[in-house]
C-alpha cells in the first residue's frame, strides 16, 4: 500500500489528487485548503515520500496502487485532480475505472511526451549525485520557489523531500531516480481511450513554463469533445498550485463544486 496524506473531514465528497515525478501527497495541503469541505486523499507514488520503490512501475502498476487506495478509504467514487505525471496516471485510471471517477482536473498534465526530450530528462536524473552539504541543498532548493506566494512550501520540501543518503554522504531528494526514469518512458505512451461522458478541466501553467503540447491538447480534445474545458493560469510554472495558488484553487473549485 502506498502511504497517503489525507485532508478534510471523512465524511466530506472525496478527492483523490495524484503528485507528478519527485512530489509527494503533502505538496497538495494548501490547495485541499481551498475546498475544506472535501475530504482529500493524497498517496505517494511508488518510489516518492513514505512510499517504496518497488518494482515494476509501468502505468498500469500506478494505476493499480490508486485503486486499491480508494478501496482502502472506501471511497467508491472520486473526483480527481493529477498534476504533470499525476495527470499521465488520471488519465489511465480514468479509462481503466470510469464508474469510480467524477470530474477530471488535470494540473499540467505530462502525458505524449516527445520521446528524445523524454530521454534527455530521464538522463539528467541519472546523473544527478545530491549535494555534499545540506547548505548547498538548501541554497538551490530555494530557488524552485520563485515569487512569495511559493515560499509557504519551501519548509515542506526541505523537510519533506530532502534526506541524507547515508550510503554516499550526500544530500538528495527523497524520490527513486530509477522510478523517475521509468515513468518519463511511460509519459511517451499513447493514451488510454478516454470515457467521453466525462467532465474533465485542462489548467495550463503559463505557455513559457507548461508542460502540455498540442499533441495532448488535440488528443483529449478528440476523445472529450465539449466535456474538455481548458483554462491557462498566467505566470504560473509547472507547478502552478504552488507559484499561483489562488488563481489554481479558483478554477479548481468552480469547477468541482
Known sequence: ???????????????????????????????AASLPE???LCPDLRGHGGSAPRAPWRTEDHVEDLVAVLDDAGAE???LVGHSFGGHLALHLLAAVPDRIG???????????????????????????????????????GTWFPNEGSLPDRDLELERNLVHDGD????????????????????CRPLPPIPPDHDVLLLEADPSQSSVNDALRDALHAGLGER?????????????????LEATAAAVSRFLD
Open 1 to 31: 500500500m502506498l502511504s497517503v496524506e489525507t485532508y478534510g473531514p471523512t465524511d466530506g465528497r472525496p478527492i483523490l489528487a495524484v503528485h507528478g515525478i519527485t512530489g509527494f501527497g503533502a505538496r497538495f495541503g494548501r490547495l
Open 38 to 40: 472535501r475530504r482529500w
Open 77 to 79: 467514487r472520486v473526483d
Open 103 to 141: 470530474r477530471v482536473v488535470l494540473l499540467d498534465p505530462a502525458s505524449l511526451l516527445d520521446p528524445d526530450r523524454a530521454a534527455e530528462r530521464a538522463l539528467e536524473y541519472v546523473r544527478d549525485d545530491g549535494w555534499a552539504t545540506q547548505e548547498d541543498a538548501h541554497a538551490e532548493i
Open 168 to 187: 554516499t554522504g550526500r544530500w538528495r531528494m527523497r524520490f527513486s531516480p530509477v522510478v523517475i526514469v521509468a515513468a518519463y518512458g511511460e509519459m
Open 228 to 244: 474538455l474545458q481548458r483554462d491557462v493560469v498566467p505566470g504560473a510554472t509547472h507547478v502552478l498550485f504552488r507559484t499561483e
